[in-house]
């Protein structure tokens, strides 16, 4: 399967099933288009750390998830060249959401932010520079 703009939402769910990490922790994609993709994940005893608190990788992962979904729906393969992560608060709720927004796509580069919250709680933000294959 080859992925593209005009794929339905579970065409994209099926593509993206093949990142086996994310899929494997449980985390789905509830919103795609170019530039834009919404990501969640019901939060459970595997993704909490010896303290009782979600890992940090939880929250890179949904992000870095976030990001591939919408920096490959343009039509141009992307990868993640160089992220950065801000811890702001702990989650406290039973879910985590990964809202990744396009600030500049240009030819060779492009920008992404991904906001991670957990009950409309800013847990962190991933600021993302991918690299259009």
């Given at each position: 399967?080859?992925?593209?703009?005009?794929?339905?939402?579970?065409?994209?769910?099926?593509?993206?099933?093949?990142?086996?990490?994310?899929?494997?922790?449980?985390?789905?994609?509830?919103?795609?288009?170019?530039?834009?993709?919404?990501?969640?994940?019901?939060?459970?005893?595997?993704?909490?750390?010896?303290?009782?608190?979600?890992?940090?990788?939880?929250?890179?992962?949904?992000?870095?998830l976030a990001f591939a979904v919408g920096s490959n729906l343009g039509g141009r393969?992307?990868?993640?060249?160089?992220?950065?992560?801000?811890?702001?608060?702990?989650?406290?709720?039973?879910?985590?959401?990964?809202?990744?927004?396009?600030?500049?796509?240009?030819?060779?580069?492009?920008?992404?932010?991904?906001?991670?919250?957990?009950?409309?709680?800013?847990?962190?933000?991933?600021?993302?520079?991918?690299?259009?294959l």
């Amino acid at each position: 399967m080859e992925l593209n703009e005009s794929m339905s939402l579970d065409e994209i769910r099926v593509f993206f099933s093949n990142d086996r990490f994310a899929s494997d922790a449980g985390m789905m994609i509830e919103d795609a288009r170019p530039g834009y993709a919404l990501c969640s994940v019901e939060l459970d005893e595997r993704h909490r750390n010896a303290m009782g608190g979600v890992m940090g990788g939880v929250y890179f992962t949904i992000a870095d998830l976030a990001f591939a979904v919408g920096s490959n729906l343009g039509g141009r393969p992307t990868v993640n060249v160089h992220s950065s992560i801000q811890y702001l608060s702990p989650a406290k709720g039973k879910r985590l959401t990964a809202e990744a927004r396009c600030q500049k796509d240009g030819r060779s580069l492009c920008f992404y932010e991904v906001r991670v919250s957990s009950d409309e709680r800013l847990c962190a933000i991933v600021t993302i520079t991918g690299s259009h294959l």
